[in-house]
């Protein structure tokens, strides 16, 4: 028999003291119950461990040293995909003394949001394992995982997550797979996706009409990828699109199977090594890359690589992800024979279209895109994308939230605390959160909801994390635009399940966000560069300034409308933003400025400056997202949009490219108050331009002055407001923040003014952080009603 902590200390006369642990952070579904009841049997302490709504609760039993040795070595030997964010401990009183570590079943309300947890990168254990010659279950074995590592999410059906509920129902576990599973110190105990040769899932070759290959899948992927072959590959969420990355032929016919002419494409790399080939990675770009999450990171790129032009072309960055599961590292096993490391490695779908994960769609959806598919008989019970970071400094920033890190709970101030509830986002980079016991759970990224497909994706999610979260929605947060399909679904919802709707402003979402996200519950300033929104007055905003709470704000200040003639015809075309740029700045004589002529036809150019001259068709906007991309037309680095954002992307790698400006930027934007507001005035900025572009003044440099001079406005605006109130703290949201020239160049001159920066942490700056934020203001709103901080 094991020796109880108490029987020891009979001996050695030491007090015996019994404590209660509460450990939050990403301790569920990650091996940490397991390593608690190994360490607890070492250190010879008595107690149990079970998870919670929050977190793990643990408690202990033994002497002042073993204790504080026993949560030492848990931090020391934490599971790699493990976060401990605090523990806190509290004395409790003694129980029996010959009580043994036990692991109990999770408390009823825990179960819910405790053990859905995000899907995670092969751990190193495992892939020692499937390199192992002498490891005959699971040497080359495809599908291995373990409770530190592996699929989660993307396989689960229903609550509570055990092995029938996920989509390993039907491999009934070999006796030696059992006997891991059941071994409390065993590193696959109660790892529900567990599997070995014997047992489990099996690798398939299919060709295009999903007809199988019969070869080895593994070594006749490898053979067809060499020849420049574009091959499907089953990933955790969804199957991937992969091609030898220096193969310009292949990366051009990917490019043209997919009707995706310019976005740029994500690499796999076989390993952190491979990826320093390509790329500067900051510490804390290697430690996301290297993460359990195991995230595209997007950072600065190498000058001379091997990787096709067409991968990411006029980009000043590549996106780069390590090999992640376990068919990844055997494919480059074999690959690396011919020298390849690293592999583009792009989203299974048409433009636009939502990631393809199920086997039914090949031949159809996804036979078109490749010649051949490496699969398996695990199925994905929903599409995970992989998530997006940019390396940026001081710290990085998240574009797209997906895979390794949904269904992280995002936990929301006190003042959030409210009844149940559901958020469905904006249209764009759509994702809906649910909310329950003070926290947030955001859905994966979903897309575009105007796309059929994506609409269905939307309801199917919502539907998902209801049940897996146990949550019955007692209200319905939605976004003030009227014709946005996700706005109509609330309606819709709320009049169904007759609950209460609560609209909540585009860009107070936004704020709202990064406020809940840094647990900031007094009211701030808030700097909005965003898109387009709906603003409360009926209009689209886009570049705001509002005092703003949680719960609440206030609008004192935007960027000076711009028209936009033909409305949204404007965002896939920023010729049409940069004319009305000139319009603003020269009149109505502008069309006989020679620049026009080379921004579009002479046809257009009379259609859209009588649009202009007439007011016919034009809406004005403060968006921000137009202004970049009327000057990154007007500087003739992009004149129409080929995908989202493409335009704004080139102004910041031109800029990127350029050294600071040295000019006086004190004469290149006005404030004024209009209409009670701070308006922001760039007309002198965009005569400077315009002259530029029109006496060949290199484009990088204009774009740098436009940088800087859009970040010393707003920071002139913000010191304005530093003098006459006490507010000295300032957040920043909307996809505009997206851009990290922008984003570090802003931070620097507000924190010359003494003011305390916020941006987000683990929330995307862009649309993908919009159902966050409303969830944070709908629970703000409905606990603190009445009261309004910002008036
Ligand atoms: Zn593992
Ligand atoms: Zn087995
Ligand atoms: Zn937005």
Redesign the pocket.
């Known amino acids: 028999m094991v020796e109880t902590s108490s029987m020891q200390q009979e001996r050695q006369n030491e007090p015996i003291v019994r404590c209660r642990w509460q450990i939050t952070g990403r301790v569920q579904g990650v091996g940490f119950r397991p390593l608690m009841y190994r360490l607890a049997n070492r250190i010879h302490v008595g107690g149990a461990v079970w998870n919670d709504a929050k977190g793990v609760i643990a408690e202990g039993q033994g002497t002042r040293r073993q204790l504080d040795e026993f949560i030492a070595a848990l931090r020391t030997e934490a599971p790699a995909a493990a976060v401990i964010r605090q523990i806190t401990e509290q004395p409790i009183a003694l129980h029996n003394e010959n009580e043994q570590f036990e692991i109990r079943r999770s408390s009823e309300s825990a179960v819910a949001t405790a053990e859905v947890a995000a899907d995670l990168a092969?751990?190193?254990?495992?892939?020692a394992e499937i390199r192992d010659p002498a490891n005959i279950r699971r040497r080359g074995y495809a599908l291995?995982?373990?409770?530190?590592?592996?699929p989660r999410f993307s396989i689960i059906r229903a609550v509570p997550y055990d092995r029938a509920a996920t989509t390993m129902a039907d491999f009934a576990m070999c006796p030696a797979c059992r006997a891991e599973y059941e071994a409390p110190i065993d590193?696959r105990f109660h790892a529900q996706p567990t599997a070995c040769r014997d047992c489990g899932p099996q690798l398939r070759l299919l060709d295009r009409q999903g007809s199988e290959i019969d070869e080895d899948a593994i070594v006749a992927a490898a053979q067809r990828l060499t020849r420049g072959e574009i091959v499907a590959v089953k990933g955790i969420g969804g199957f991937h699109l992969a091609v030898r990355a220096d193969n310009e032929t292949a990366v051009a016919r990917l490019r043209q199977l997919k009707h995706r002419p310019a976005k740029p494409l994500a690499l796999l790399c076989a390993s952190l090594i491979a990826a320093r080939r390509l790329v500067f990675l900051s510490p804390a770009g290697e430690t996301l890359l290297t993460s359990a999450a195991a995230p595209i990171v997007l950072a600065r790129r190498v000058a001379i690589t091997v990787i096709a032009p067409s991968v990411a072309p006029g980009q000043h960055r590549l996106g780069v992800m390590l090999a992640y599961t376990p068919i990844h590292h055997l494919l480059f096993d074999q690959l690396q024979t011919s020298g390849i490391d690293a592999l583009v490695m792009t989203s299974g779908n048409d433009v636009d279209e939502p990631l393809v994960f199920e086997d039914a769609d090949l031949p159809g959806r996804l036979g078109d895109l490749c010649d051949a598919a490496l699969t398996h008989d695990r199925l994905i019970q929903r599409a995970v994308d992989d998530s997006v970071v940019i390396d940026a400094l001081p710290e990085p920033i998240i574009l797209r939230r997906a895979r390794g890190y949904v269904p992280t709970p995002i936990a929301l101030p006190p003042m959030c605390d409210a009844a149940p509830g559901l958020a469905v986002g904006a249209e764009m980079k759509s994702t809906v959160a649910v909310y329950r016991d003070g926290q947030a759970v955001l859905s994966q990224h979903l897309g575009n909801l105007t796309r059929p497909r994506t609409f269905e994706a939307f309801k199917r999610s919502i539907a998902d994390l209801c049940e897996l979260f146990a949550v019955t929605p007692r209200w319905i947060a939605h976004d003030l635009h009227p014709g946005y399909l996700s706005t109509q679904f609330a309606r819709q919802w709320a009049a169904q399940h007759n609950v209460p709707l609560i609209g909540v402003q585009h860009h107070h979402a936004h704020a709202a966000a990064v406020l809940a996200e840094n647990e900031v519950t007094r009211p701030a300033l808030a700097i909005i560069c965003d898109g387009t929104g709906y603003g409360t007055d009926g209009t689209i905003w886009g570049g705001e300034l509002l005092i703003a709470s949680i719960a609440d704000f206030r609008r004192i200040g935007r960027l000076r409308p711009l028209l936009l003639p033909g409305g949204d015809a404007c965002a896939k075309q920023p010729w049409r933003s940069a004319l009305s740029l000139l319009y603003a700045a020269f009149g109505a004589d502008f069309t006989r400025l020679p620049i026009c002529r080379e921004l579009t036809d002479e046809s257009q150019l009379q259609f859209v400056a009588n649009m202009l001259t007439s007011g016919v068709s034009c809406i004005p906007s403060s968006s921000t997202g137009r202004l970049f991309d009327g000057v990154a037309a007007l500087l003739g680095l992009c004149r129409r949009n080929r995908f989202e954002a493409e335009a704004p992307m080139a102004l910041e790698a031109a800029a990127a490219e350029a050294g600071h400006s040295a000019r006086l930027l004190r004469e290149a934007y006005r404030l004024s108050e209009t209409d009670g507001l701070i308006e922001i005035d760039l007309t002198p900025l965009v005569r400077m331009l315009a002259y530029g572009a029109g006496h060949a003044c290199p484009a990088g440099d204009l774009a740098m002055l436009f940088h800087e001079t859009l970040a010393a406005a707003w920071a002139a605006a913000i010191e304005r407001l530093i003098q006459k109130t006490d507010l000295r703290t300032v957040a920043l949201s909307g996809g505009v923040f997206c851009n990290e020239l922008f984003t570090g160049l802003l931070t620097r001159r507000l924190e010359q003014l003494g003011a305390e920066v916020l941006r987000h942490r683990g929330v995307p700056p862009n649309d993908g952080g919009i159902a966050y934020g409303q969830a944070a203001a709908a629970s703000a709103r409905l606990n603190h009603q009445g009261s309004s901080p910002c008036a």
Do not use: Y
């Open positions: 092969i751990c190193p254990d495992c892939l291995t995982n373990c409770t530190h590592c592996g590193r």
